[in-house]
């Protein structure tokens, strides 16, 4: 049988509150962790949802926005075609005098 000195005992009980007190505290720390990774993900997964839901709802005037320049850019395009036309002609030679 094995008997313990009085210091041995309270040695042995501060190290395990000790060891008890740092479990806690370890336990803790992971749960942080995890909680912090949780709302990472979550902070990007509705940073790019808005991103998402912008596009879907801007789209339309987009699409208009650039529609409108395509007629734009069309348009001039057939009126230089039309100056050039006309340079070239001999009824184009007395208009654009």
Do not use: C
Not at 66 to 92: H, I, M, R
């Amino acid at each position: 049988m094995f008997i313990m000195d009085p210091r041995d005992s309270r040695t042995l009980q501060k190290i395990l509150e000790l060891t008890e007190e740092n479990n806690h505290l370890l336990k803790k720390m992971r749960r942080s962790q995890a909680l912090g990774r949780f709302m990472t993900i979550l902070y990007w997964v509705i940073i790019i949802g808005i991103t998402a839901g912008a596009f879907y709802f801007v789209q339309p005037y987009i699409d208009r926005i650039v529609e409108a320049y395509t007629t734009v850019t069309n348009t001039a395009q057939q009126t230089k075609d039309t100056l050039n036309q006309l340079k070239g002609s001999d009824a184009g030679q007395y208009l654009l005098r």
